[in-house]
């Protein structure tokens, strides 16, 4: 089983065909994705269009739960997607698992198996990225016997491998670099060998220049300069 994994898109329809391409070419079994599709100053609707296209097994994001339902202390950019999307892009949000299982062996969530807001191998500290500590990591793993749990949200790529041998996979962020130094998108490439799942952590140039345009026209400077970038943390945004 060869497997493809994307999350945290944030509306970069620039970034999300650049990972698609790449992907394409890999001769993978199936795109999985793990949420937090739309929530960004690009082009929310674009996205939402592409994935309902692709139908790939996915599960949402925090983000993706907070334009469906709506809220009082919204991100601006969740405000500014859940204007510009129509009735079938919210059908299509608010239709997404929380979690999922694919081929009986891979989770999938957004954040950790309980909550979607919460980074299961990295943490925000001092406004930097860092891992959480082993007994977070293995305690979030807890009554989920799979061999491989899948979480986004942190944006951060990372791979970890559990007590009992189950691998925890972070892709990292197809249109938000946080924190990486870099501003190409990221997806992962998981595949079972004999020896045990081997995963490729990747990074994809694409026309940023582009995605930063759109920010910059719709009036979010910072995070043109995001993903122009990839060196901000998103207490910035
Ligand atoms: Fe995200």
């Not at 949420?35 to 599960?59: E, K, N, Q, T, Y």
């Not at 601006?76 to 929380?98: G, T």
């Amino acid at each position: 089983m060869k497997l493809a994994i994307i999350s945290d898109v944030h509306g970069n329809l620039h970034a999300l065909d650049a990972v698609l391409d790449e992907i394409a070419s890999q001769g993978v079994d199936a795109t999985l994705s793990l949420g937090d599709f739309l929530s960004g100053p690009f082009d929310p609707v674009g996205v939402a269009d592409r994935l309902i296209d692709l139908d790939l097994p996915s599960v949402r994001g925090n983000h993706d739960r907070h334009i469906a339902e709506g809220r009082e202390d919204d991100w601006n950019v969740d405000a500014l997607a859940r204007s510009e999307l129509a009735p079938h892009h919210f059908d299509w949000l608010r239709r997404l698992p929380a979690t999922a299982v694919h081929g009986d062996v891979v989770f999938l969530s957004h954040g950790t198996p309980a909550s979607d807001s919460v980074g299961w191998l990295d943490v925000m500290a001092y406004g930097h990225a860092v891992l959480q500590s082993r007994e977070h990591v293995e305690r979030e793993a807890e009554g989920f016997p799979y061999e491989v749990l899948l979480c986004g949200h942190s944006h951060v790529p990372r791979t970890v491998k559990l007590a009992d041998g189950r691998v925890v996979v972070n892709p990292g962020s197809v249109g938000l670099p946080f924190d990486s130094g870099s501003p190409d998108a990221h997806y992962a490439i998981i595949e079972k060998r004999r020896s045990g799942w081997a995963v490729s952590l990747n990074s994809v140039p694409y026309d940023w220049q582009g995605a930063a345009k759109l920010a910059l026209d719709r009036g979010f400077p910072k995070w043109a300069e995001v993903v122009q970038s990839g060196w901000a943390k998103p207490r910035e945004l």
